[in-house]
Every structure is written in structure tokens, then in C-alpha cells.
């Protein structure tokens, strides 16, 4: 059975002069549990507005979003935050992590909405990414690699059944980009979780044993604006 099933999926946006421009238009993708795929996709080419609907933080113009064979798109926002705080993680290119937090706090945090805090396994997360001794830092007291590593920690922290991450080395050099990157994947191994990671970084997606072009599956593409 797969994890993920994509079926038909379209989503467009309306510009300010009231034209509506598709944006995303896939017609099929699949991923099986535990999988590791590469998404190489140019900035607005539509990769973040894809992974926002996976998530459902955004809902489609139509088609299905099977995970585990329940169906995203058909949803409240409600349930769509319901299953985005219990079976996902999502690794993002800006970190979003809570300022006036530490990064345990940030961690622990992000748990309140899934199965509960839990402390310890917090730690834990923050252990296996290097941050044993800056777990009470806030972020503006952590370099930008270190920062990288709480958002990677917290996005582990539900045990998700798939994590997202979005363009996830973006804001680091590359040293730390390819640590950044192995610690994803390791951690994801580690708990059983498939990984789909979208990039535009040659660097990054080079790791993985195969990548497929986003232009390939997205026929909305133009070129212009789409996150």
C-alpha cells in the first residue's frame, strides 16, 4: 500500500488584475512508506504550493490527496490541522522557529499539537542533532546551522509518518548544508518516516540515489511566480 497518493491535482491562484493562474497540476504521484525522494524544482515553479496542499495547509482547486489511503483534500480545516500535526513534518527553508522560545521549548512546543509533550524524547531529538548543550539557547543566541537543527528536531518530533522539507539547506554554506541534509535523512531512517524534499541546490539533491525534475510533473509550470 502507498503512503501517499496523488491523483488530478490543481491548484491556481487569482492575480490582481483577475486572471486565475494555474500554479500546480499534477496528474498522478505516489510514495510508499519510509521512502526518500528529491524533488528538483526552480524557484516559482510551484514546489512550496505543492507541499502546502500535501500538508493541508493550503486546499486544492480538485483532485485527491490519499495519505494512507484517507483523503487530504476532502477535509475540514480542522481535520486538515489534525492530520498535519500528527502524520507530518515540515522542515522549512526560513526554520519558523518561536523567538521568545528555546530551542527545547520549540521542540516541545510543536509537540502540544500532535500527541503531547514530551520532554525527554525532546531531548533525545535534540541529542541526535548535535544540540546537547545549547538545547536552553534561544534561536537568536544559535547559528543559522544550529537553528537549522532545532526546526529538523522539531519536525521529527510527532513521529510523522512523512516529513516535507522545503528547499531545507537553502540559508546555509554548504559544509552545513550537507550535515543539514544527512541529518534529515538519518533521523527519518531512524524512525521509519519517508522524506520528500524539494530543492533547487545541485549540491543536495545529488545525495539522493534518484531525483525526478518537478517540471516533469507539474504541467502548470511557466515559469513565473508559484512558490
Known amino acids: 500500500m ?3 497518493e496523488i491523483e488530478q491535482l490543481r491548484k491556481g491562484f487569482r492575480a490582481p488584475t483577475g486572471e486565475q493562474t494555474l500554479i500546480v497540476d499534477i496528474p498522478a504521484f505516489t510514495m510508499t512508506p519510509g521512502q526518500h525522494v528529491a524533488l528538483r524544482g526552480a524557484s516559482g515553479s510551484g514546489k512550496t504550493t505543492f507541499l502546502n496542499l500535501i500538508a493541508g495547509i493550503l486546499k486544492p482547486d480538485q483532485g485527491q490527496i490519499r495519505l494512507e489511503g484517507r483523503d487530504i483534500a ?5 481535520q486538515r490541522d489534525s492530520i498535519r500535526a500528527n502524520s507530518f513534518g ?3 527553508q526560513t526554520f519558523n522557529l518561536l523567538q521568545g522560545y528555546t530551542a527545547l521549548e520549540n521542540v516541545t512546543l510543536g509537540m502540544m499539537f500532535g500527541k503531547g509533550s514530551d520532554r525527554a524524547y525532546a531531548e533525545q531529538l535534540l541529542h541526535k542533532v548535535g544540540l546537547a548543550d545549547r538545547m536552553h539557547y534561544r534561536p537568536r543566541q544559535l547559528s543559522v546551522g544550529q537553528q537549522q537543527r532545532v526546526a529538523v528536531a522539531r519536525a521529527l518530533a510527532n513521529h510523522p509518518k512523512l516529513v516535507l522539507a522545503d528547499e531545507p539547506t537553502g540559508n546555509l554554506d554548504p559544509v ?3 550535515e543539514a541534509l544527512r541529518l534529515i535523512r538519518e533521523i527519518c531512517a531512524e524512525s521509519g518516516a519517508a522524506l520528500l524534499l524539494v530543492s ?7 545525495q539522493f540515489d534518484s531525483c525526478t525534475d518537478f517540471l516533469g510533473l507539474n504541467r502548470a509550470f511557466t515559469g513565473g511566480a508559484g512558490g
Open 90 to 92: 515540515y522542515v522549512f
Open 176 to 178: 552545513h548544508a550537507r
Open 74 to 78: 476532502a477535509l475540514s480545516e480542522s
Open 200 to 206: 533547487h541546490d545541485e549540491g543536495v539533491l545529488e
Open 2 to 4: 502507498n503512503l501517499l
